[in-house]
């Protein structure tokens, strides 16, 4: 098995979504047992929650984040693809002129 840089920070970026899903997911329930609590103790909460899921329920929402995150890709992919793009001149089998005028007035 081989492992590459780009395999970490996928799995990472993988892992972070997949907490936020999971965050989103279990924001408003949180907010109705504890009114009033503001977010960095909301997040909190939700931390010590997913830091205490089984690792079966941590891959389901980690399976959720690869899909969210394919769909993201395809609809940046479909966007690009769309985007209308200017031509560019092909110079490579272009000659270099010469201003004429210039070269008059040097002689």
């Not at 389901?60 to 995150?69: F, H």
Request: net charge neutral; aromatic share 6%; glycine share 2%.
């Amino acid at each position: 098995m081989s492992f590459f840089v780009c395999d970490a920070i996928s799995s990472a970026a993988d892992s972070f979504v997949a907490f936020i899903l999971y965050r989103q997911h279990h924001q408003q329930t949180i907010i109705r047992r504890n009114p009033g609590l503001n977010n960095p103790d909301i997040s909190k909460i939700i931390g010590e929650q997913w830091k205490a899921e089984s690792d079966e329920e941590k891959k389901i929402w980690q399976d959720l984040a690869q899909v969210s995150n394919l769909r993201v890709s395809l609809a940046a992919n479909v966007q690009a693809n769309m985007t209308p793009r200017t031509r560019r001149l092909d110079t490579t089998n272009c000659i270099p002129t010469i201003d004429i005028s210039l070269a008059e007035s040097a002689s």
